[in-house]
């Protein structure tokens, strides 16, 4: 596919407003948001892919599907409705454990990624429902779900959480922004607005000269595309104006990672957060890596690039699979977008009043929480024979909970990372944080022993895990709902079962049936979920 770069516009997708308005003051309301068939222009002169899409209606649903702007301390109610056509538009492996409805239709389910909120509303892999609500799965109750927004307030996104199908239903376009704003907080802030802040949401794709999306049938370890997408465009194009301008970036790709720069660092990136939460100060970078699900929220200084310069991209440098696989093409994955800039004295525009905030959001840091009350060891197995296989601790989700953590806590999780690769790691409910990460010494020989044994005392874990720590980089020294783990090394992470910002407890019952579930973000393998209850007692192994 031989498609010419930045011919179209970047789309700005819209937003739905989450909360209502009652004598000037924000009021709860409910939402119905569809999942849709449609087809998709993603390129000037590519054929329309067909997608599933979410939206409000059949014409206003896009790739990706619209915003969500929350208001913090608003619930909001969202009946998710299941659109779909009886079988998917891209083909799925049975050999993994999936949801299959008896009577055909497409399995949905729509997570909060990010979200506080209690289980029955978290989109549980089972929680799966058909068209009309004609099947669904084992631990489906409901309808409608309440999004109570008692978090910080930051970037999240939704998308499909089905059994099986979290992957090809993403890749068809099971997708979305969604945002939780405090106007006491973010007003004073004076950063960009409006027309200046605008989400780049990020998706690598293949495509068959058809216009389809390609995924082979048979389930692979990862999926990476050579088009590069943002908000639904194959490499598009924006027109910005010499100003700041705040770009909330989300690589919602399947297994790919970015390593973002302007024009190889033309121009820096000043991150003020990251996922659902701000950072404590912001920090100026040259580039930015992020896993899948990963999110940086950033101020780009436009108005500091010399007059001569009119054009500046935005260019990929990471490998797939990261960091050890094939080096991008610089003239595909390498690139992602163009932003065309205007000339000097053409900034028809308001005057900018933004700022790049001094200070940052101050959530209670590690410090301030109450101390972890549990230490766990996970590790992260690599099973290449039996298909769709990342085990977490040896074990599937269909295993039994082996993580009960207590509602309000703080635990610190060693992550011990045995594949080649990175992994993001993702926990449902929870924010949290890498604070160190220790190489593995003696790796291969450590790496024997647990596929052999499958514990970490046997294996000597505190004898391996004494190489050298490598820092945390300071644009991911926040609260997160991804964390990267880089290959043969401890990632020491701490774990907030509580709310970051008021510092307390939630304020709801997170410890009923089915629980949460914590797994690796990459597309292809979020059907291996490993289950997490929210239990009242502490079970210490
Ligand atoms: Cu973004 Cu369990 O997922």
């Not at 298909?387 to 999780?413: A, C, F």
Request: hydrophobic fraction near 40%; proline fraction near 9%; aromatic fraction near 10%.
């Amino acid at each position: 596919l031989n498609l010419t770069k930045y011919v179209d516009a970047l789309p700005r997708i819209a937003k739905i407003r989450g909360y209502g308005i009652r004598h000037g003051r924000p009021v709860p309301i409910k939402l119905t948001i569809g999942m849709y068939s449609k087809t998709w222009q993603f390129h000037r002169d590519m054929p329309p892919t067909p997608v599933f899409v979410y939206g409000q209606s059949l014409q206003t649903a896009t790739f990706p599907g619209p915003t969500i702007v929350a208001r913090q301390g608003v619930p909001l109610a969202v009946e998710w409705q299941n659109h779909l056509p009886d079988a998917h538009i891209l083909p799925w492996d049975p050999k993994v454990p999936t949801a299959i409805p008896k009577k055909g239709g497409v399995p949905t389910v729509v997570h909060l990624h990010g979200g506080a909120h209690p289980p029955e509303f978290d989109g549980h892999a089972f929680a799966w429902f058909t068209r009309d609500f004609a099947e669904n799965g084992s631990t489906w109750t409901r309808k409608t779900y309440r999004y109570p927004n008692v978090q910080a307030p930051g970037n999240l996104w939704y998308h499909d959480h089905a059994l099986g199908l979290t992957r090809v239903s993403l890749l068809a376009g099971l997708l979305a922004a969604y945002v939780i704003e405090k106007p006491e907080l973010e007003a004073p802030m004076s950063l960009p607005c409006g027309d200046h802040d605008l989400h780049l949401v990020i998706a690598d794709r293949e495509f068959y000269t058809n216009g389809s999306i390609s995924i082979d049938r048979e389930w692979k370890p990862e999926y990476f595309g050579l088009v590069i997408t943002v908000n639904g465009k194959a490499w598009p194009y924006l027109s910005v104006h010499r100003r700041r301008y705040r770009l909330r970036i989300l690589n919602a790709s399947n297994a790919r990672y970015f390593n973002v720069t302007l024009s190889n660092g033309a121009l820096p990136f000043t991150v003020i957060g990251s996922d659902s939460s701000y950072l404590s100060r912001p920090v100026t970078v040259s580039n930015l890596v992020l896993s899948p699900a990963e999110i940086f929220d950033v101020i780009v200084d436009f108005s500091r690039l010399p007059a001569a310069v009119t054009e500046i991209e935005m260019l990929n440098t990471a490998p797939y699979p990261f960091p050890n696989g094939t080096q991008t093409d610089p003239n595909l994955d390498g690139k992602v977008m163009l932003f065309k800039v205007a000339g000097k004295g053409k900034v028809d525009d308001m005057p900018d009043k933004s700022r790049v905030p001094e200070h940052g959001v101050p959530y209670a840091s590690v410090a301030a929480l109450p101390p972890p009350t549990t230490t766990r060891y996970i590790v992260l197995y690599e099973n290449q024979t039996a298909p769709g296989n990342l085990y977490i601790n040896g074990l599937r989700l269909e295993d039994p909970v082996t993580e009960t953590p207590k509602s309000g806590t703080t635990e610190l999780w060693q992550v011990i990372n045995l594949t080649g690769d990175n992994h993001p790691l993702h926990l449902h409910i929870a924010t949290f944080q890498a604070v160190k990460m220790t190489k593995i010494e003696g790796f291969q020989e450590f790496k024997t022993c647990m596929i052999a044994n499958n514990n970490t005392a046997t294996c000597n874990l505190t004898q391996h895990a004494v190489g050298p720590v490598v820092p945390v980089p300071e644009e991911e020294k926040t609260w997160k709902n991804a964390v990267k783990i880089p290959p043969e090394f401890m990632t020491s992470v701490v774990v907030a079962f509580r709310l970051v910002e008021a510092n307390q407890p939630y304020p709801f019952d997170a410890t009923t049936e089915p629980g949460f579930v914590y797994h690796c973000h990459m597309g292809p393998r979020i059907q291996q979920l490993a289950a997490m209850l929210l239990a009242a007692v502490v079970v210490v192994a």
